[in-house]
T-cell receptor
Framework: SQQGEEDPQALSIQEGENATMNCSYKTSINNLQWYRQNSGRGLVHLILIRSNEREKHSGRLRVTLDTSKKSSSLLITASRAADTASYFCATDPPSYTGANSKLTFGKGITLSVRP | NAGVMQNPRHLVRRRGQEARLRCSPM?????VYWYRQLPEEGLKFMVYLQKENIIDESGMPKERFSAEFPKEGPSILRIQQVVRGDSAAYFC???????????FGPGTRLLVL
C-alpha cells in the first residue's frame, strides 16, 4: 500500500506564484524526501528532511515536517515554467537498521506552471 | 561522473517472452534498487541489492521476476513469461553507502503486446 499520499493531485499556477504541495504518511519514518519527475524521465532528488527536523530550505524550496500529524509540505517559491513536473514524497522506515533503505513513494502531484 | 544508466530505454515484448532490464549504477555506488511505476501512479519498490547480495526483495512478485547484481557488470531485472500487466516503467536507483538519497536512472518502459 502507498505510504505517502500527496495533495492536491494536480496543481496549476501562474509563473511567479508560490506552489504548496502536501504529503501525509501512515507509519513512523526515519526521513522524508521529495523528488521531482519530469514527463518521461527518472526522478530527481530535491530535498531530505529527517524525522527530528521541522523545517529545511534549499534555494527556492522549503520543506516542513510535522511528525505528530504525519505530514509534510513542500513549498516552491517564485515558480517558473521549468518547475512543471510531478512531485513525489518518499519515506524510509525506521525498521531498517542500515543507513541505506528502500523508499515508499506517494502517487505524486502534477504541477503545471503557466508562463 | 555519469549518472545511473539503464538500457534499453524502451522494450517491446510479446506475451510469454522474457524481458531483461539492465542498470549500471553511478560510479562508487554499491546499492541498487528497482522500482516499478504504472501510469499515473507513484513508484513501487521491488528489490534492493548490494553486490552479489539481495538485501530486500519484499516488493518482488513471487513468480517470474528475479534480480541480480553481480560482482562485475550491471544489475539485471529479469521478467520471465511476460504478461500484459507487466507493462510499466521500471526504474533503477543507486546510492552510495550510508546514504538515504537515491539517484535514479531514466527508466525502461516495457510494453507487452
Amino acid at each position: 500500500s502507498q505510504q505517502g499520499e500527496e495533495d492536491p493531485q494536480a496543481l496549476s499556477i501562474q509563473e511567479g506564484e508560490n506552489a504548496t504541495m502536501n504529503c501525509s504518511y501512515k507509519t513512523s519514518i526515519n526521513n522524508l524526501q521529495w523528488y521531482r519527475q519530469n514527463s518521461g524521465r527518472g526522478l530527481v532528488h530535491l530535498i531530505l528532511i529527517r524525522s527530528n527536523e521541522r523545517e529545511k530550505h534549499s534555494g527556492r524550496l522549503r520543506v516542513t515536517l510535522d511528525t505528530s500529524k504525519k505530514s509534510s509540505s513542500l513549498l516552491i517559491t517564485a515558480s517558473r515554467a521549468a518547475d512543471t513536473a510531478s512531485y513525489f514524497c518518499a519515506t524510509d522506515p525506521p525498521s531498517y537498521t542500515g543507513a541505506n533503505s528502500k523508499l515508499t513513494f506517494g502517487k505524486g502531484i502534477t504541477l503545471s506552471v503557466r508562463p | 561522473n555519469a549518472g545511473v544508466m539503464q538500457n534499453p530505454r524502451h522494450l517491446v515484448r510479446r506475451r510469454g517472452q522474457e524481458a531483461r532490464l539492465r542498470c549500471s549504477p553511478m560510479k562508487g555506488h554499491s546499492h541498487v534498487y528497482w522500482y516499478r511505476q504504472l501510469p499515473e501512479e507513484g513508484l513501487k519498490f521491488m528489490v534492493y541489492l548490494q553486490k552479489e547480495n539481495i538485501i530486500d526483495e519484499s516488493g518482488m512478485p513471487k513468480e517470474r521476476f528475479s534480480a541480480e547484481f553481480p560482482k562485475e557488470g550491471p544489475s539485471i531485472l529479469r521478467i520471465q513469461q511476460v504478461v500484459r500487466g507487466d507493462s510499466a516503467a521500471y526504474f533503477c536507483a543507486s546510492s552510495p553507502m550510508q546514504s538515504k538519497t537515491q539517484y535514479f536512472g531514466p527508466g525502461t518502459r516495457l510494453l507487452v503486446l
